[in-house]
C-alpha cells in the first residue's frame, strides 16, 4: 500500500499542461555543469558494480555513467523517444508520464540499481514511484536520487519550489522511508568549476544526492525517523 506524504497544495506546480507536450521537443544540452556530472560519475563508479541491471529512470540522451564500465544491462525512461534514442549506454527504453501512470513496466525484483538525476523535482506522485522501485529492485539494489539548484520552475511542484536544497534532501527521503525503505544516506556537496574559473577558487552547481539500499534477505527495517543529519 501506497503511504501518501504531500498534500494537495504540495504537488501543485503552476505549469498544469500535459508534460508530454512539455518536453515532445529533444533538449540535446547538459542542465548541469561538468563539476556536477563528473562528481556524478564518480559516484556511479564507486556504488555500481559492473554486472548491474542498471535503471536510469527520467533519463535523456546522457546517463553520467564512467565510460570505462560496462553493465550486464542499462534500461533508459524518460519522456522523449529522440533523446533516449541518442543516448549510447542504453541497451532498452521505454517512454512513459510518470505523473500520469505511477506503473512500471518492470518485474519484480529485476533491477539492481535505479538512477534518478534532475528529475525527482517533477514527481507529482513521489510516494507511488518510491514503492514501485522499492518493488523492482533485488534485495541489496541502490536508489540513487542526484540534483542541484537548478530546475523548470513552472514543472516543479510546490514542495520543491517552496523548499531549499536541505529540504530537498529531508523530503526526498521522508517519502522514501514512507514506503518502507531504510533511512538513506543524504549528501550535500559543493563542487569545484571547470577550467580557470576552478583554479581561482569558483564552484560549479552544488551537488546533492540521496542513496537507499533495499533490504537484503531476512533483514529487518527498523522504524526510522528523517532528521537533518547530512553524511
Known sequence: MVVQVLSEAERFKLDRSDDAAFYAEPRFVHHLDG?????????????????????????????????????????????????????????QRWVQNLNRDQRLPLAD?????????????????PEAIAAELLRILRPQGQLIVAFSNRMFLQKAPQ??????????????????????????????????????????????????????????????REPTTVNSSLH
Open 159 to 220: 514542495i520543491w519550489t517552496d523548499g531549499g536544497d536541505r529540504d530537498h534532501l529531508e523530503y526526498v527521503a521522508r517519502v522514501l522511508v514512507a514506503q518502507g525503505w531504510p533511512l538513506p544516506q543524504l549528501l550535500a556537496e559543493s563542487t569545484r568549476a571547470e577550467g580557470p574559473l576552478g583554479w581561482l577558487g569558483g564552484h560549479g552547481d552544488p551537488f546533492f544526492a540521496v542513496i537507499a539500499q533495499k533490504p537484503g534477505p531476512g533483514e529487518r
Open 109 to 125: 525484483a529485476s533491477v539492481d540499481a535505479v538512477l534518478i538525476v534532475a528529475g525527482w523535482q517533477y514527481l507529482q506522485q
Open 35 to 91: 563539476a556536477f556530472r563528473n562528481r556524478l560519475t564518480a559516484l556511479y563508479r564507486e556504488r555500481i558494480p559492473p554486472c548491474a541491471v542498471v535503471l536510469d529512470l527520467m533519463s535523456s540522451w546522457v546517463s553520467h555513467l564512467p565510460e570505462e564500465v560496462r553493465y550486464e544491462r542499462v534500461i533508459g525512461h524518460g519522456l522523449n523517444a529522440r533523446e533516449l534514442e541518442a543516448n549510447p549506454r542504453l541497451d
